[in-house]
């Protein structure tokens, strides 16, 4: 992402994750990337079952088995 003002945003409204950055891109014509991480287990979960509702088919099919693998990895 090259606007680090939304990955704050959605830092600020999540309550999770770290922001790290900015690369610098080779062409100088290129923004800086900033990247948002969410590496805590819990976090990454709850953060899937809040944003699914507005995922599409595709993305909601990947959530639903990352959740089944965590669900069949839990008993």
Same mark, same amino acid.
């Given at each position: 992402? $090259?606007?680090?003002?939304? %990955?704050?945003?959605?830092?600020? %409204? $999540?309550?999770?994750?770290? &922001?790290?950055?900015? $690369? &610098? ?7 800086? &990337? ?12 709850? %953060?899937?079952?809040? *944003? ?5 088919? =595709? =993305?909601?099919?990947r959530?639903?088995? *990352? %959740?089944?693998? *965590? ?5």
């Amino acid at each position: 992402m $090259t606007d680090l003002d939304v %990955l704050q945003r959605i830092q600020d %409204l $999540t309550g999770v994750g770290k &922001i790290t950055g900015p $690369t &610098i891109r080779e062409n100088p014509k290129h923004k800086p &990337i900033w990247k948002w991480t969410v590496t805590k287990h819990r976090d990454a979960l709850l %953060l899937m079952e809040a *944003v699914y509702p507005w995922m599409g088919s =595709r =993305r909601r099919a990947r959530i639903d088995e *990352v %959740l089944a693998m *965590v669900e069949k990895g839990a008993r």
